[in-house]
């Protein structure tokens, strides 16, 4: 059997010292489309993010917050791991610095670099952002000791420090570059970074000696070692320490590609590559250095108190808008705008009107004019052909952008598609030509866009990961996966004959005029960050004890309520999940889709007395993992807080998939 290609991506890992944002969101966002995306083009995957632990800053933000550094740090983690997966976010590793299996490696490296005669003792007096970690020159600072990357003062340091000779590397970094003129992307950045070390390099500060909280130096443990030498190297320790079974260090080192923002661009494209080589290992074939999202003209950051917590926005308008906002909006290398009018007109825009709609359309003209079947098409007249030649074409455009990793590029070949379609339906008036009697045309019309619809779903996929099931099931297809994948990109695999059905819209159309916006999160700076829902609100004063015990949730509109896809399903069986005391494991019909859901109930039923009842899920919950299996959805329950008493809403008697309001 012939070995599957690998891909193997990295984002950085983030300094949990405060809440996630939106401009995080984007990298985990990019990097988790790109894997999607790769996996469907059959590239064996491996996907890594994390936290990077240690260092001075976090060490001072938990003292700050009265609280012991692993403790904080514990608490922003659980923040980072709900929001990627309320972004469908499906890494394979998320690596903590602070994890024994990481410090052994650094320890190594570090070793195997010292022994070669590459690091050596001396004193380094100099400035130090401790922000951003990094050390600078007199001379490369702002006027008034300001650094020159984050504004922020710079303090003053003189300290016993190991060095690392990156000095002596300068040469064959240029010529790395050189040989590899796609190693930094985009080429403007390698530019910059190619002047930058022409400019000479200097040996880089590798140790601290005030502080504590960092990996020690193996053979100084007075010495902690740089959290940025330490934070590298765990795109190595990921793999070579990997909780995975077998030697997956050999299968995907060097990496495809290492995704950054362009602040930290300096680090993965020069101090990186040159530990590699001071190391003997192979270096990473890209290292793409992409734009911020901005606030008006300013990167949105918590220092600056402009900060958009993504789960509450994704809670708000679905993550698969979400993601789609950010994959569309960021162009190649470029900055992107954020503000809550740019990203609901850009849901509106493309998503509910221009795709959302496309399948409206066919389903609700295929139930009009042909009784929900669609038909086969006739002879493609040339009006018909110039759409069938683009849906032809779109494919390989898209995909050759996508392996660019261009993503807004991509979305905006596939949009011409869309475009295309909806005004193909336009110009041929499907509802005149059902008027008219014209059968073999109506036919013809409505089978395109249906395809147009498949073609789309697919590649839009990798980005909006929970679409595809819901555009397969309105299309009649679920059952037909062979025609869900990226192999079936060809015109005209559609069966003919299948029965469509008019569902509610994928993206639910936002009131501009009413957008009720969600304010910027103003932390109190020392608050430790504690991972559950936000905002509980308090309990509304009422005379009766029974009321003063009723602790209403937060309102919501009418909008959000309606996003909120609730069905009536089917249990076709039902068991315990293995080695758990609450866990069921539900097979459900929902409509003509079967699907599971976990849900953990164990303690109230028998597995067996569930199966062949009619309950009410919410079925367009984001599917999580729950172990190792897929639960698309959650049921409902009436329970009591107080007696804990619990029992499954059930609704006998009504058809499974019947939408409940
Ligand atoms: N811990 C280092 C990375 C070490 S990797 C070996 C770090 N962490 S960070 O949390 O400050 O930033 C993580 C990533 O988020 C960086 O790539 C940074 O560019 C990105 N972003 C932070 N704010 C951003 C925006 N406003 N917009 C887009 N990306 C931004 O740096």
Redesign the pocket.
Known sequence: MQKKPTFYIT?????P?DN?????A??TVAADTMTRYKKMRGYNTYFLTG??EHGQKIQRRAAEAGLDTLTFIDNIILRFKELWQTLLIDYDDFIRTTEPRHKKVVQEIFQKIYDKGDIYKSEYQGWYCTPC?TFFTERQLKEGQICPDCGRPVEQMKEESYFFRMSKYEKRWLQFIEDNPDFIRPHSRRNEMVNFVKQGLEDLCVSRTTFDWGVSVPFDTRHVVY??FD??V??ISALKESPQSGDIYDLYWPAQVH??????IR??TVI?PIMLMAAQLPLPKTVLG?????IGDT???KSKGNVIDPIVLSQKYSPDAIRYFLMRE?GYGL?CNYSEDILALRINTDLANDYGNLLSRVTGMAKKFQGGIILPPAESTQFDKELIELAQATPQRYGQLMDEMRWSDALIELWKLINKANKYIDDAAPWNLNKCGEKGKLASVLYNIAEVMRLATIMLAPVTPSIPAKVWLQLGIADLPHLHDWESLVWGKLPYGISVSHGAPLFPRIDLNALDEIPFTALPDSLPVVAKPAQSVAPPTCSSEAQKELLLEPEISMEQFKTMDMRVVKVLDCERVQKTDKLLKFELQMGEEKRTIISGIAEYYQPAQLIGKNLIAIANLAPVKIRGIVSKGMLLSAVNDESGQLELLEVPGIESGTRVR
């Open positions: 984002t950085p890992i983030y300094y010292s996630p944002h939106i401009g995080h984007y990298t936290t990077d970690e959290v940025w934070a590298l765990n795109y995704l950054v923002g362009k602040d930290i680090f993965h990186w992409h734009g911020w999202v901005l990167k949105m950051s960021m900055d």
